[in-house]
């Protein structure tokens, strides 16, 4: 099993950059399509970013594309979420995790979750 470890995350105005990391350990890393979730206050936990084992093909939640960019370095067993134009919306719990297509979308189906990062945006 990977065990993950996220990173980054902080207070920042609208309009601001964060990048989240995410560290990975385990030797399996890299055979993994991973991906980017966040949990809001009051709201189930829901999608954000995936990227596949190569890192070659990246895919986003429709209210973040343009904004945030996914990347993986295999080599370090790592993942990061580079997050640009923030929004209060964008204030949430983000985890990483292994990340498998489900229909037109994208779940996670490790029942293991890190502890995540907060990020937090202010108007």
């Known amino acids: 099993q990977v065990q993950l470890v996220e990173s980054g995350g902080g207070l920042v105005q609208a309009g601001g950059s964060l990048r989240l990391s995410c560290a990975a350990s385990?030797?399996?890393?890299?055979?993994?399509?991973m991906g980017w979730f966040r949990q809001a206050p009051g709201k189930e936990r829901e999608f954000v970013a995936a990227?596949?084992?190569?890192?070659?093909?990246?895919y986003y939640l429709d209210s973040v594309k343009g904004r945030f960019t996914i990347s993986r370095d295999n080599a370090k067993n790592t993942m990061y979420l580079q997050m640009n134009s923030l929004k209060p919306e964008d204030t949430a719990v983000y985890y990483c995790?292994?990340?498998?297509?489900?229909?037109?979308?994208?779940?996670?189906?490790?029942?293991?979750w890190g502890q995540g990062t907060q990020v937090t945006v202010s108007s």
């Open positions: 995790n292994t990340a498998s297509r489900s229909g037109t979308g994208w779940i996670t189906r490790s029942d293991y």
């Open positions: 990227i596949n084992w190569s890192g070659e093909s990246t």
């Open positions: 385990g030797r399996t890393f890299s055979l993994y399509a």
